[in-house]
């Protein structure tokens, strides 16, 4: 895989747009500590799809767009595109046709990356694939950083085997390895769920088979059903039709016995008005006798009440008489004694007036007590 050109624009501290352009044969950077040298090796790491924050110095991936400066504002975007010469049609489908081919990675602040190869958007996984079987890649020990070498030194073996196999260029088949891999067990899933698909399935043919014979069964039972409540029907119209039939006769006998039953009905209110014409008079005579009836009660009661108080009256004179027949009792007995009381009284008055005669003469005392005792007679 022969690499042509590198461009970065807003990448680490590369704020401008910048171009390096890979000849056949050495390339070279020198520059000063700081001046950006790892971050050239980086940007080649991050095009291919490096999809560690901390591989590339950051905390995040973020990170890698051009934070500013003293006197430059930050950018929110970077990108870094590198080209790479195709010219042997070594690149997988489907980029075999292309001489060139414009491998692209932009990552804006806050919203993660984009890929493009040829301008079209691919997955991040498609970029390190076409890496990955040409044997190189973000991850690729042709790529050495500082201090790589004495880090290689001191591995594992196990990682060691991993660089090898990177060198040798089986590290794209593993990769194709592990996806053969994972879409067959995919489709061992699948398979496995059409295995239940197809139980279900027989279950329900022989469900549905078990419900068309009963449907079929159904059909014939409903046609006979039918048949049946057909003759019912037949039968039931014809006991209908020779009822309506009966039902006319007895209508026409009814019609006429109601034509009878009406003539017979004028006649009774005939006779019914005769009969109300005779009433008049017994009616009239009726009225008089209530009226007279009434008054003859209305008098009765009056005579009631008046001999209620004449007896009343009777009661009151026979206590009136009682009570005056032992007024005169009493006053006769008062009269008897006045007399006896005027006899004594006349006596008294005889042999006053005796004495008096007989007496020299008469003083003012004496003549008082003759008129007091004159008095006492009268009274
Ligand atoms: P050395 O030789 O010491 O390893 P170097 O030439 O490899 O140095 P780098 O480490 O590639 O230099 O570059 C470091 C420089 O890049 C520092 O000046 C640092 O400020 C700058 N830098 C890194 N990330 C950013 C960023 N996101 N925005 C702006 N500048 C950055």
Redesign the pocket.
């Known amino acids: 895989m022969q690499f042509q050109r590198l461009r970065l624009v807003g990448f680490?501290?590369f704020?401008d747009a910048q171009e390096f352009h890979i000849e056949p044969g050495l390339t070279g950077i020198v520059?000063?500590?700081?001046?950006?040298?790892?971050?050239v090796l980086e940007s080649l790491r991050w095009v291919m799809g490096a999809n560690s924050a901390k591989a590339m110095r950051g905390q995040g991936m973020d990170?890698?767009?051009?934070?500013?400066?003293a006197n430059r504002p930050p950018r929110s975007h970077a990108e870094v595109q590198l080209t790479i010469d195709n010219a042997q049609r070594r690149a997988p489908q489907p980029f075999t046709d292309s001489p060139i081919l414009e491998v692209s990675r932009r990552i804006d602040r806050g919203q993660g990356s984009t890929y493009r190869i040829n301008g079209k958007e691919v997955r991040a996984r498609d970029v390190q694939l076409l890496f990955a079987d040409a044997s190189t890649g973000a991850n690729s020990p042709a790529l050495v950083r500082?201090g790589q070498i004495s880090e290689l030194i001191a591995a594992k073996p196990q990682n060691r085997r991993r660089i090898l196999e990177e060198a040798g260029g089986v590290a794209g088949l593993h990769t194709r390895r592990h996806e053969a891999e994972l879409r067959l067990k995919a489709a061992e899933a699948n398979l496995e769920r059409l295995d239940d698909i197809g139980r279900e399935l027989e279950t329900t043919l022989s469900r549905l088979k078990r419900e068309a014979r009963q449907a079929e069964k159904y059909k014939k039972i409903s046609a006979e059903i039918r048949a049946l409540q057909a003759s019912l029907v037949y039968v039931r119209w014809n006991d209908a039709r020779l009822a309506a039939e009966v039902a006319a006769q007895e209508l026409a006998e009814a019609d006429r016995a109601v034509v009878e039953a009406t003539s017979a009905s004028g006649r009774a209110q005939t006779a019914a008005l005769n009969a109300q014409e005779a009433l008049k008079p017994a009616r009239e005579e009726d009225a008089v006798a209530g009226a007279l009836l009434h008054r003859a009660s209305l008098e009765r009661d009056r005579l009631d009440m008046a001999e209620q108080q004449a007896r009343a009256e009777v009661e009151r004179l026979k206590a009136e008489g009682a009570r005056i027949a032992a007024d005169i009792e009493r006053e006769t007995g008062m009269a008897g004694d006045a007399e006896s009381e005027l006899a004594r009284l006349t006596e008294a008055f005889d042999r006053v007036s005796a004495e008096i005669a007989a007496a020299p003469a008469r003083g003012p005392q004496l003549d008082a007590a003759l008129l007091a005792a004159e008095d006492a007679r009268r009274a």
């Open positions: 680490k501290s704020v520059g000063p500590n700081g001046c950006g040298k790892s971050n990170d890698v767009i051009f934070a500013g400066a500082q």
